[in-house]
């Protein structure tokens, strides 16, 4: 439910049955998960033949379902030392590759910033190195959680956003040299393509395929003002239980662009007992739940790209876990409590709700999904910020007028607002 928003008439954008008509080579996540987690691409080792593959595969793939190479092109290459750092090619060295694709954003202006999703496709090999099961060594490791789930999405993102361009341009990477030590991305963010000043922000999928009791992980939910709200925004119509954390830092490709300064968020859906194993095989992947990530990212990116002012990084040590749910415009601890879930996405002329919380104020007065609040007592709502302005000027107990635009229609509510959540 939650795509007919995102892709809807609020943003111009084409409704999915417009967009499978127009694409109508559906996304083969199943195959392209198969594929890089075969055994005949030997678990992916970076500069290894079997990486090679993966690597043409993947910009074979970019290319089908209508990205651009990357200026410079598809490949990024990089040379591993021997002691497993990127630097000089010289001997028992080995080059790395990210395939990089874009997808040219929209609009005339904002088409220069770029919003980057990423995954990395190499693992590791036969074993021996990164690997937790010391018998294991020469049998292959197929990391088909780790991390073909997230190339796959990848692709599968790749597909849906290319019917319906952003307004910002998206550059799609799949590195290399993760195992070893994020060097594919640490190369990225030192020889970026795309200037690191106008990256918005970096969505990394890493161990995506493993999705149990609907929860999803993500790490990177405090390094960036805006995105609990938006995290739990999307979140009103994906229904997954969403576990946001806030670091930035964290052992995948994030990290590089956490370092130096980028707002990041890494979806995750948790360790298992395969991992980093030679039992990581596709057949152990929840497919139901990987199409759900994949639709999640899909909300994420286009949010991303689409929203129309900058995100406001938080370089702040966030030493407790934080839900998601916490810090948004109208949620408990933040003055008084109404209870909306508002489009983060943004909508002209006032806030869009997207659906109220059980129970709440919101609820009592009559306020439902798709309403758009344009004043709050006194206080025009244009967007976000004034509503929240507006709520934090109000007291728990208070009874406010809320003016809201439905449908063709503008309605007068009466709302008693709520004590903070405790
Ligand atoms: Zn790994």
Redesign the pocket.
Known sequence: MWRSILLGASLGLLSSAEIRAQHPEPPRLLDDIRFLSDDGLKGRMTGSPGADSAAAYLARRFSQVGLQPAAGGWFQSFTVGREGSAGRQGQGSVVGMNVIGILPGRDPVLRNQTVVLGA?YD??GLGGF?SLDPDSTGKVHN?AD??ASGAAALIQVAARLAATPPARTVVFIAFSG??LGLLGSAYYVKQPIYPLSSTLAMVNL??VGRLRNGRLIVYGARTAKEFPALLDSLNWYAGFDLKAQGDGYG??DHSSFYAVKRPVLHLFTDLHED??RSTDDWQKLNYDGLKRVADFSLGLVTALANRTRPLTFLDLPTPTATKATSPGPDSPGYGAYLGTVPDMTGSPGGVRLVGVRAGSPAEKAGLRGDDIITRIGRSETPDLQAMSDALRSHKPGEIVEIVVRRGASVTTLRATLGERGG
């Open positions: 990395h693992h590791l990164g990391g780790d991390n993760e195992e890493d161990m052992p995948s991992y980093h």
